[in-house]
């Protein structure tokens, strides 16, 4: 029997109240399958740890990471404490670099039970997943500012796509849409306006696109897409998109689907050569932080998410299952949280979903 | 009496639908209130010209176009014939630029009459007005591609923010919103993740922000930002917010308010040195062109707008109420084109409301 190392990080706000039912959840999964799933637990990437160390990580944070199968993490980012761009820059942004977990998969899914913000979608009518690059583009440590102080102050940030960094995230998308039955692939761009990095994205796509004839391929600019993931959200199968743009739709998708309290996200290093990290989109949030009222059901989910990374792919349905029993139950039946609707608490959710595995 | 000299500029796919029924409702307008309108066609910024000219403009476009006190705009853009981001920099992009139309402002307003997508939203439970920086930020022309064709092709494309790029724009959000009943004032950022710009963008809004301590400020990170424009519209009056992020949510938002096919905008320069330009939010929709049944409102609506910017404020709430109007009366009594449910034509419904007025 395999024992998996896994790494656990809560971090700030609601991660740290969501990732013990998530692991509740991951520990009744792990008994009925009969798998050894070995939790460390870590206290840095947290403003807890910025407080006392000045720093979001310890110097040997990689070395001590890279011995797990995988990171199950909850959220960072506290701006009274430590700004923002500080505390993501200084630990998830690095992990996701540093680790090479180039793909940042996604799913926003219309639950049973759960009421879209949508007149009239019904569970089945959203099922999509969004496929976001996540190691470069918009996201670069790049640039600087002039003339500071003076009328004349400019501020540069650079996007940097790589021919390497765009083509394998979209041959994971390509591989991913011809695997599943609507074979139909998205792709975001913006190359009416953004006119230099964007025209090679859609270049790319064109050229991987002509590997794949049997996906279905179709772009949409950014400002488009957006509106027609209100509009249209049952015309998306898989959506492709650099690092922005997959932000941006991984957090509208999931509104659509009723609460970003649900969403989970996969940051994978498909080569398997370092750590892949689970953690949900929903983030620290801290106007709701401190009340255990938090939805633990992204945090839950990625657990699933994280089973089927790890090669337990019925120990990864069945814990998505066990979600989506209770989800189902309604309000009336089954203690959801105030986002679902209910007045049941994080601890009180995740109990059912733990006794549900 | 004042005469006011528009240049008329239909460009692309159902631009040259809508202008005509726009220029009906303008002209109608001008009767009631006894206003001279002189207007003056033009072909370019149009595939039709590139193709006939290899330019999307003429040489002495400025000069020409200079001469005018507003632009009636309708779309561009025509990909089976010239590349996007070719034929917007050649055109569009040129005239925000040149005539230093810094503010793109876009209302989003669910109206009488029109389904919203979101459940339950009424009239009046959304109306907000984006305020987009129109002349810089991410869409700059600044950048390139080294080492083509081999695995270290790399590509850069550079976002550039100044000092007053910024800070004018942020001037006029700001004295928008203390104008507004609810004085309340929505930044969009992403200064967690793009790590230089936006926390520079969040430093100058900040600095705005205390020389109008009666306007009500807060930020979201885009993400969160349109996923709540779908949970809770009702939250927001003035957003301001990047060129990129503004375009998305000047989509987005009117998705929200039922179609796209109603949302107008205008290019202004606040200053008036230059003319300022009133389009449709909507583009040249390729995929409805040359069937006559793209929705004229857009078109009208931006009518409205210029009218209240050539300082007409009466005949240009007049205008926008015939619109209200009409929308009211529903699919059943009114000639709604198919995006508001119903069957009517662009000249159908254009002809019905320059009736009204
Ligand atoms: C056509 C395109 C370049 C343009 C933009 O992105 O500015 C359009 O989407 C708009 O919103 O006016
Ligand atoms: C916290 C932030 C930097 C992060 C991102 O933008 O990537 C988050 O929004 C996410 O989606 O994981």
New interface residues.
């Given amino acids: 029997m395999t024992t998996h190392r896994i790494a656990v990080i809560p971090g700030d706000g609601i991660g740290k109240e969501v990732v013990p039912a998530g692991l509740d959840a991951l520990h009744a999964t792990a008994r009925r399958f009969g798998l050894t799933l070995d939790f460390e637990s870590f206290d840095f990437a947290s403003a807890d740890y910025w407080q006392r160390h000045g720093d979001m990580l310890p110097p040997d944070w990689e070395q001590t990471l890279r011995g797990y199968d995988a990171i199950y993490f909850g959220a960072v980012?506290w701006p009274e404490v430590v700004?923002?761009?500080v505390?993501?820059?200084g630990s998830l942004?690095q992990f996701r670099r540093v680790f090479d977990q180039y793909v940042n998969l996604r799913p926003c899914r219309l639950m049973p039970g759960v009421?879209?913000?949508?007149?009239?979608r019904l569970p089945g009518d959203i099922d999509f997943v969004v496929v976001r690059e996540n190691t470069e583009g918009?996201?670069s440590?790049v640039?600087?500012?002039i003339f500071e102080g003076?009328?004349?102050?400019?501020?540069?940030?650079?996007?940097?796509?790589?021919?390497?960094g765009v083509d394998r995230v979209l041959r994971f998308a390509f591989e991913l849409a011809s695997r599943r039955p609507k074979r139909h692939l998205t792709s975001a761009t913006?190359?009416?306006?953004?006119?230099?990095?964007?025209?090679?994205w859609d270049e790319r796509v064109a050229a991987m696109g002509e590997r794949f004839p049997d996906v279905r391929l179709d772009k949409f600019h950014?400002?488009?897409l957006?509106?027609?993931f209100?509009?249209h959200p049952e015309w998306f199968d898989v959506v492709v998109a650099s690092?922005?743009f997959g932000?941006?739709l991984?957090?509208?998708g999931?509104?659509?689907t009723g609460t970003?309290g649900i969403a989970p996200s996969a940051n994978i290093n498909p080569g398997g050569e370092h750590p892949s990290l689970f953690e949900p989109v929903h983030?620290s949030a801290p106007d709701i932080a401190g009340k255990g009222i938090a939805n633990p059901i992204g945090q839950i989910w990625c657990g699933s998410m994280m089973l089927e990374h790890l090669g337990h792919p019925e120990a990864a349905a069945h814990l998505l299952g066990a979600v989506e029993d209770v989800l189902a139950y309604g309000p009336g039946q089954a203690p959801l949280t105030p986002d679902l609707h209910g007045t049941g608490t994080t601890a009180e959710l995740g109990r059912a979903i733990a006794e549900r595995v």
Same sequence: chains 1, 2.
């Fill in positions: 980012g700004p923002d761009h505390s993501l820059w942004l009421r879209s913000p949508l007149a009239g918009e996201y440590s640039g600087g500012r003076t009328d004349r102050e400019t501020v540069l940030q650079e996007t940097i796509m790589t021919r390497v913006k190359s009416n306006g953004i006119s230099i990095s964007m025209p090679y950014i400002d488009a957006a509106a027609q209100v509009l690092n922005l932000d941006i991984s957090d509208l999931p509104a659509c970003l983030g």
